[in-house]
Each structure stands twice: as C-alpha cells, then as structure tokens.
C-alpha cells in the first residue's frame, strides 16, 4: 500500500494529466486536492483524447474511486459539462465523489475575475479569468458558497440573495458593469445542485476510510510548484497550494499518510501568462518546442512560452515538495535538436546563484548560466525500455537526475499511454535511486561549456 502525492515540478502544464492516468491504474483512490477549472488534463487512451478540468483522470477506470477535495473550487457548470461528455464517450462517473467542503465558483466570480484581469493593464497576472481568485477570495473573507449550501435550497436562497446584492455593488460601481439578477443565479445554481446531489460526500472521511482499507491514494495536484500561491513566483501565482503540503490541507488527511511524492517535469520548460522566465527561447529553437510540443493550454488554448530545462527550479521544487522521484515527460519533443542546454545556475548581479532567490524583482534580474548536452537527433517515440533510448537521450535524463539529485522513475515519449518507459512503479516499487549517482553530482559549473545567455 503507498499514498502518492503527483505535483508539478515547474510552472504547470507538465503533463500530469497522463501521468495521473498511468498511476490510476494502480490506485484505489484518486483525490484532486486544489485549484479549479483553471487546470486542464489531457489524456490520449487508444488515439481517443479526453481534456478534463475538474473530474480527476482516475475516472476513466472504473474500479477507481475520484474525490475531488474541499481544497479545490467547483464551477458546477463545467462539472456538468465534463459529466455529460464522460457519459456521451459511455464512461460511468458513478465512482465521482465531491467534498461538500468545497467552495462553489459563482457567475459574479468571472466577471470580477475578468474585469479585474483588464484592469490591471501592464500589470496583468496572466489568469485565465475563470473566477478562480475571485473565489479563493470569498472562501477566505468567509462568505463563499460551499458545495453543502447547495444542498440546502431555503438556506443557499437567503445566503445567495444577498451575496449576490453584495457583489452587485461592486460590479455596477467598480467595474461599471450590469448587475446580475439574484433569483436567476439563484435557480441556475439549484438545478445543478441536483444533478450533483448523489455525489456530495465527507470527503475527508472517505479518503480517511481509504486509508484504514489500506487501499492505494493518488493524490492529484493542478498547476505547478511555481505557481504557488506561498511558494511560488508571487504575485505571478494561482490562488491555492498546489506542492505536496496542499495535499494534506486540500484533501483532509494529515502528513503522516503521505508515502511519497512525484514530481512531473518536462525535458524542456513552459509558462503561460505574466511574470520571469529565465530559459525563454525568443527564437526558432523555442518555436520549434512549441509546434513539436503542441504547446497551447488545455484550458484557455492560449500558446506556451517555451524554453531550456532550468535547473534551478527544479532543484527548488525537489526541495519545497521534498520529491522522492520524477517523471520526465515529452522527452520525444527533444529529438530534432543537435544541441540541448540545460540551466544549471542563475548570473544575479555579477554572481552565480544556485538558488531561486524568493525577491520577486531579484528573479526578474536572473540570467540563465547554460551547460550545453549534445542531441540525439533520432526518434525516441518508439522507445519502451531505458535500452531503447539513443544513449545522447540517456545521457540527458542522467544528467537531470544528477543536477536536481532525484531518481527519475518514468519518462515519457509521447500523449498516448503506451509512449512511456516505467522505470520504477512510484506506487508498488521500492524507493530505490535509479539514473541517479548516489554522490553529490558535479553540476559542471565551470569552464567553457556553460555560458550565461541574456
């Protein structure tokens, strides 16, 4: 038995989705314990592609049972939409349970979200103006509207008309937009609290139950350790805890059941909205990373930044989350390039950093100081086994295994479930070192190899 915490090792959009997926097999329970429909997972199963939002990727085995915790934040519209795709493709949702904790995204939520967004101006976040903040927000001004509210229909009406009175104000006044009509919200929101009625549950009791089975716990992380709200690269951020101790508060258990965490990190590096980038490429090398990666967002379709794998937020992520391996994904999306760098430190004002610094202008100053990998130049889609890899491409995750000191237990090849090499299950396999020296590794920070690059 092992409880798995699956986080994203960068800025999100790492592929956790299909790695979620792969580890579902072999889980009883999945749990996704923050965020909102802000996420987006793509799944490929037998050429068929599934993009989920909210509905962890654990549903599409039925044996597997998926919580979606009171940490994350339901817009019950698009809840229902991805149930009723589930249902066109003839996938049961039976197994969906959702925390009657978690806090309800409203209408007044977007508009905020989106007007707010525009009024920043040269200041924008980035955010994908689906209401997530603005609700995040109201959970911590203690006047959200949970999931268990919606079950109570006299209750959520007086809690609603007035909520929705309240945010009036600041929409007609501050944003200058048309007020909202409280009984139309009022019983939009009832009728999809009905159709999610038969899956509201303790949540934090059954994940609890779960772990007195001795039953196998995925938990499922949204965005990425730099996006956090604490943690990450403020106030370019989303608005909940994605890293691994969010599982513990978003889902209801505490620190004890955690067995071990997965890292999910791209062989390359992507951000999407606002805020630093150290290792963007500007340039055809990076273009070429965006069409051979299919670099758009799931939830938004906006087009990723894209840039060499940097090294020193990965050796942070290692360290906030206390990562006990990796998977590297998209590995294929190297395969053309004749040259791979990779950051091994930051230049800051004359001098080397090897840590991120946590001064967000301090960050914005950080120029990348390279190692420069030879390439493969062959395909590694077809690839199954570590032997099966051009030894170049070996060579690659060898040296990220060493420079973030983590062992790398999957790597994949490509969106389908089969383009994967499992080098250690992260669930049923022993904790073991694996592409890994167990010796502090020599960054190779010296000499002519590396270069800092503006």
């Known amino acids: 038995m092992a409880n798995v915490v699956v986080i994203g090792a960068q800025w999100g959009d790492e592929g956790k989705g299909k790695i979620t997926d792969l580890l579902s097999k072999s889980a009883d329970v999945v749990v996704r314990y ?31 049972e998926c919580i979606i915790g009171s940490g994350t934040v339901i817009d019950p519209k698009v809840l229902i939409e991805e149930l009723d795709q589930l249902k066109a493709l003839d996938i049961s949702a039976e197994n969906l349970l959702i925390s009657g904790t978690a806090h309800v995204t409203m209408p007044y939520h977007r508009l905020i979200d989106q007007a707010s967004e525009e009024r920043r101006g040269t200041h924008k976040i980035g955010t994908t103006k689906r209401g997530i903040g603005p609700t995040y927000a109201d959970k911590s001004e203690r ?22 009175e309240y945010k009036n104000v600041i929409l007609e006044k501050l944003y200058e937009l048309p007020p909202l009509d409280p009984d139309a ?13 038969p899956h ?76 630093p980038f150290p290792t963007e490429l500007m340039d ?74 946590t001064s967000a202008r301090q960050f914005a100053r950080c120029r990348p100081v390279y190692k420069t990998l030879p390439g493969w130049q062959q395909s590694t889609a077809d690839c199954r086994t570590l032997d099966d890899l051009p030894p170049r491409a070996l060579d690659y995750l060898k040296f990220l295994a060493e420079l973030m000191e983590v062992p790398i237990a999957i790597v994949s090849l490509g969106a389908s479930r089969d383009q994967t090499i499992i080098v250690e299950d992260p669930i049923h396999g022993p904790k073991r070192a694996l592409l890994y020296d167990t010796e502090r590794p020599e960054l190779g920070i010296k000499g002519e190899e590396i270069g800092a690059v503006g």
């Open 34 to 64: 923050q965020g909102g429909v802000n996420a987006g997972h793509t799944v490929v199963v037998q050429g068929q592609t599934f993009k989920l939002h909210l509905i962890p990727s654990g549903i599409l085995y039925p044996s597997t």
């Open 284 to 357: 055809c090398t990076g273009e070429l990373l965006c069409d051979r990666g299919a670099e758009f967002g799931t939830t938004t379709g906006r087009k990723r930044r894209c840039g060499w794998f940097d090294g020193v937020i990965g050796r942070y992520a290692v360290r906030i989350n206390g990562l006990d391996c990796l998977a590297i994904t998209k590995l294929d999306v190297l395969d053309e390039l004749d040259e791979i760098k990779v950051c091994v430190a930051y230049e800051l004002d004359g001098e080397q950093c090897l840590d991120l610094p």
């Open 185 to 197: 919200v009022i019983e939009e929101y009832l009728t999809y609290a009905e159709r999610l009625r």
């Open 200 to 275: 509201v549950v303790d949540s934090s009791l059954r994940i609890s139950e779960a772990v007195r089975q001795r039953r196998n716990i995925l938990f499922e992380g949204a965005q990425g350790t730099l996006l956090d709200l604490d943690h990450g690269t403020y106030p370019y951020v989303t608005s909940s805890n994605p890293v691994a101790g969010g599982a513990c508060v978003g889902a209801g258990v505490g620190p004890t059941m955690i067995d071990r965490v997965i890292g999910v990190a791209k062989a390359y590096t992507t951000r999407v909205g606002e805020g």
């Open 143 to 164: 006047i959200g509207i949970r999931i268990n509210d919606l079950m109570d229909p006299d209750g959520v009406r007086k809690q609603l008309r007035w909520t929705v």
